[in-house]
């Protein structure tokens, strides 16, 4: 409640799930994403009615861990990919979860439809990561690496806009975008200008989903993270650490703060990562760190500190 809604609950889980603030929940029972998609459509609802512009932010529980599908999607995916080789218990529960986050959005869009507002309402579809990983890295394939990883199967997410009255249907773009581009872009296709003096860190793609662009104005993206995660105490390594990447003119490069080592990949020729080039590309590692140390600057970038009360013995 805190980043501007008017209305929202935040939910943790699928079955007896939490939820913050407390709110009037029906049947405690109840599938989350079932819950999530009734609100949602009551809430446009009452917009309508009042000929009020809105806004929804739906971020389904949906695919999350723990993996709990219904019962019903379960059952109907075992009985269909018995026969199919390679697939685990949690390759199924996975498919099952997606069904019904097919089925919830399905039900969004039915609704918007119903209420007569579909030809003009911006619906943009995306994730905030890649998929966990599982047997065989299934649901990233053909891309390396899967969440908690900045390879192109923990970051490269399905991006889709809709929007009947302005956006061309089936219309294409390979442009890399970032999740800070949203805000700025929803700016954009509304026609409301920001404040003045107020920094956006996205960029406004409103004119490549028109059609009027193809590119963007920036040169290049950047990710910083800080995720020392799942302390192993055998190895006396953490699974993930800081690293920040940045890509460039369809190359990616990593710098991995712990060893100042550099990874760099070609995602003009090899967008799933196989061949690290850096040894291949000196000109382009050094045109990347450049680059990469400018945005340090730019940005006022904290250089990780020792911890002094670390103790490796």
């Given amino acids: 409640m805190n980043q501007g ?3 929202g609950y935040e939910v943790t889980g699928h079955y007896n799930y939490k ?15 079932d819950q999530i998609t009734k609100k949602t459509i009551d809430f446009m609802k009452r917009q309508v009615e009042n000929a009020t512009p809105f806004f929804a932010y739906v971020p389904y529980y949906l695919v999350h861990k723990p993996l709990q599908p219904k019962k019903v999607h379960l059952r109907h995916f075992k009985e269909e990919l018995k026969n199919v080789d390679g697939l685990g218990d949690d390759e199924i529960k996975v498919l099952a979860m997606i069904k019904s986050l097919d089925d919830c959005v399905g039900q969004l869009i039915h609704s918007i439809e119903e209420m007569g507002i579909a030809e003009n309402t911006i619906i943009v579809f995306t ?13 990233n394939m053909p891309y390396n690496g899967y969440k ?5 199967g923990g970051i490269r997410v399905p991006y889709i806009f809709k929007w009947p009255a302005r956006i061309k249907e089936s219309s294409v773009s390979n442009v890399p975008i970032i999740h800070v581009d949203l805000y700025p872009t929803f700016l954009g296709l509304t026609g409301i200008k920001p404040k003045e003096r107020y920094v956006l860190d ?15 104005d920036r040169d290049a993206l950047v990710w ?20 920040n990447v940045i890509q ?15 990874r760099l990949f070609n995602l003009n020729l090899d967008p799933y990562e196989n061949n690290e080039v850096s040894k291949k590309y000196p000109k382009v590692v050094n045109k990347l760190r450049e680059r990469l140390e400018l945005w340090k600057e730019q940005v006022g970038y904290e250089k990780p500190i020792l911890n002094s009360n670390y103790n490796p013995n």
């Avoid at 939820?19 to 994403?33: G, K, L, N």
């Avoid at 994730?127 to 649901?139: A, I, P, R, V």
């Avoid at 996205?202 to 590119?215: N, R, V």
């Fill in 5 to 7: 809604f008017d209305e």
């Fill in 19 to 33: 939820v913050y603030p407390e709110q009037d929940i029906t049947d405690p029972e109840e599938y989350s994403a």
């Fill in 127 to 139: 994730s905030d990561n890649g998929h966990y990983k599982t047997n065989g890295n299934l649901f």
């Fill in 148 to 152: 908690g990883q900045t390879l192109e």
């Fill in 202 to 216: 996205g960029e406004d793609i409103s004119p490549i989903l028109l059609g009027e662009k193809k590119d963007t």
């Fill in 224 to 243: 910083e993270y800080t995720n020392y995660a799942r302390y192993n105490e055998r190895t006396n390594r953490f699974a993930s650490s800081w690293v």
């Fill in 248 to 262: 460039m003119d369809g190359f990616k490069m990593t710098e991995d703060v712990e060893n100042q080592s550099y």
